[in-house]
């Protein structure tokens, strides 16, 4: 399957561009240590087969597996956040011809959580310059990346881009104190194209066989159980 990220204008070539999320991987996960204490050989050591784990997120799988899945859209301009004395925001970016930043009348977030935690006088969204078509049956997540940890955080949506392209991003702003300076090319949000299937649910009681079988496989060894036994690879180009 293919994503096409198509820009609006050809000169927006030149702006950072959608890539693989596993190209921004953050550097405190890069630098962080995978134990808790002194580094070892095994992820685990056994007293009287009871397993004793050191390990740090730096050793989840499934967490490395959310840092690595979609795409990212970094900030396209450097934004410049500065709070206003009535209380407004004010944002300011570098070309002008490049519009950034439209907004919405609070009240339509009014008696939802995100009228208290909007942080000025309207809900503002990013005017984004990329549009999205993926094959037909295939919609987008939009999120923001989450283990980035920014000020400006994306309100998730999905999105049916086998028919709808263009998607700007409502946001909230987190940010203290009077001004705040986000850099081009921090990563602003993550894209998880997926299959629209139906889906159907059953609620039952669990087996205690199946419960067991999984645990004997998860226990076979000291190390990397999950990402040999369990795991599926992704694959994002």
């Known amino acids: 399957m293919e994503i096409k990220f198509t ?12 890539v693989p999320a596993k190209k921004h991987i953050p550097d405190w996960y890069k630098n962080m240590s995978r134990f808790m204490g002194a580094p070892r050989k095994l992820d685990a050591t056994s007293n009287n087969g009871v397993l004793e784990k050191s390990l740090t997120i730096k050793a989840c799988v499934p967490v490395l597996d959310f840092f690595t899945s979609g ?30 930043i439209g907004e919405h009348p609070k009240a339509q977030v009014k008696e939802s959580p995100f009228e208290k935690e909007s942080d000025g006088t309207a809900i503002y969204k990013f005017l984004c310059p990329w549009r999205f078509k993926t094959p037909p049956g295939y919609s987008c997540f939009f999120f ?40 081009s090319g921090t990563p602003l949000i993550q ?19 199946e419960t067991r079988k999984v645990k004997t496989m998860f226990f076979q060894s000291f190390s990397k159980a999950y990402k040999e036994r369990f795991h599926k690879k992704k694959v994002f180009l």
């Open 144 to 183: 923001s990346p989450f283990y980035h940890r920014t000020d400006l955080e994306i309100l998730p949506a999905i999105v049916d881009t086998d028919g709808m392209a263009e998607v700007n991003f409502p946001f909230l702003y987190k940010g203290q104190g009077r001004e705040n300076l986000y850099s």
């Open 7 to 18: 820009s609006q204008k050809p000169e927006y070539i030149e702006l950072p561009h959608p």
């Open 71 to 100: 795409y990212i859209i970094p900030l396209w301009q450097d934004v410049l956040v500065e709070r206003e004395l009535s209380g407004g925001l004010k944002f300011n970016w570098p070309d002008g011809d490049v519009p950034l």
């Open 191 to 209: 894209v998880l194209p997926f299959k629209r299937d139906d889906w159907t649910h059953t609620v039952e009681e669990g087996s205690e066989l």
